[in-house]
């Protein structure tokens, strides 16, 4: 068999598409991970170098962290996705109004019974659209992995985290990350994430240098991402 013929038997084969014996083995003896010590270490490191910001506290701090960071960016409405432990956003002052993420995810998703279509859209007027997600100050959220070699975080929809709009579309993201979530490697993150689930991978605020190699920040997602690593 040739290598072009290999290649397409495991694309159809990973895509259901050719029956299980028709089997071919990818090898998996490469290394699994380049660090073993100062894991956290570096994965805060590479959010720095990538202009995140970043700050380490401890469980019992976290709401008054959570409330300092608001506090900071001056941000009155913050996007709270469903599963949002509501302790993280007790310290916050009196004033700044919480979105209801899960609202959004109702209107986009009618697969679950009780839910709105879109064609609810103009009969709701609690729903958080696209339009009024765009005018929110922020977005607070957990995560689901850190990666300390190429310093990624990753977000996989469960609970705290939302549809992937919910932290693509303000303009600034206050993410929660366990320390004990990172991980040194890539591989080591695959074997912790379903791959049926929508994955969203965020190394550092979004940028791009595609035209003249000028660096412009928060085209394709937020400008400011904002990290608390939670010990």
């Not at 299980?20 to 010590?37: G, I, K, L, T």
Request: charged share 25%.
């Amino acid at each position: 068999m040739s290598s072009r013929a290999a290649i397409l038997a495991r694309v159809r084969r990973a895509l259901a598409d050719v029956p299980s014996d028709d089997d071919f083995p990818v090898a998996r003896d490469y290394a699994r991970a380049h660090v073993a010590e100062g894991v956290l270490e570096l994965f805060v490191a590479h959010l720095r170098d990538y202009r995140a910001v970043v700050h380490e506290v401890a469980e019992d701090a976290l709401p008054d962290a959570v409330a300092a960071a608001v506090e900071r960016r001056g941000a009155r409405t913050v996007v709270t996705p469903a599963g949002l432990p509501p302790a993280w956003t007790a310290g916050l002052a009196e004033g700044v109004c919480l979105a209801d993420g899960w609202a959004y995810e109702q209107l986009y998703d009618n697969s679950i019974n009780n839910r709105p279509t879109v064609a609810d859209r103009a009969d709701r007027a609690d729903i958080l659209t696209t339009s009024t997600l765009d005018t929110a100050d922020g977005v607070l959220t957990a995560a689901a992995v850190g990666i300390a070699e190429t310093g990624t975080i990753v977000l996989d929809a469960g609970p705290g985290q939302g549809r992937r709009a919910l932290t693509l579309v303000p303009d600034w993201h206050l993410c929660v990350m366990r320390a004990a979530d990172v991980v040194a490697s890539v591989p080591q993150a695959l074997e912790r994430l379903d791959p049926g689930r929508p994955l969203t991978w965020i190394s550092g605020p979004s940028a791009t240098s595609d035209i003249e190699l000028d660096r412009v920040e928060g085209v394709h997602g937020p400008r400011t991402l904002e990290v608390l690593i939670v010990r």
